[in-house]
């Protein structure tokens, strides 16, 4: 019985993670990833995610618990930008074109 109990709280703990939804991709920026160091935040609704740090390939991941429309906030060598893209249940891949004009940061889905 005691077993049968830390599984069912194992997996209540378990269920807002699995109905969460994953946006994920890589970074570029004149042709390259940005590598380490841009940021990548999300907001979905009235909720915000923190920031994350792309890795050493540009890659970064977001865990948002809304699907729908989001906005994600890139910054990379100090200038911002942001691009639109829908959350889902399941991970929906974005991957992120940053270019510069006329002095700003810009983004887009590649």
Request: glycine letters at 10%; charged letters at 20%.
């Amino acid at each position: 019985m005691k077993t049968i109990a830390v599984t069912a709280w194992a997996l209540a703990l378990l269920a807002p993670v699995a109905l969460a939804g994953e946006i994920y991709g890589k970074v570029s920026f004149n042709g390259a990833a940005v590598g380490e160091g841009a940021t990548v935040a999300a907001r979905c609704g009235a909720k915000a995610y923190p920031a994350v740090k792309t890795d050493r390939t540009g890659t970064y991941n977001l865990v948002v618990a809304e699907t729908g429309r989001c906005t994600l906030t890139v910054t990379h060598q100090g200038k911002t930008a942001t691009v639109d893209v829908a959350s889902y249940e399941d991970a929906a891949q974005a991957d992120i074109v940053l270019e510069t004009k006329d002095g700003q940061l810009t983004a887009r889905r590649r």
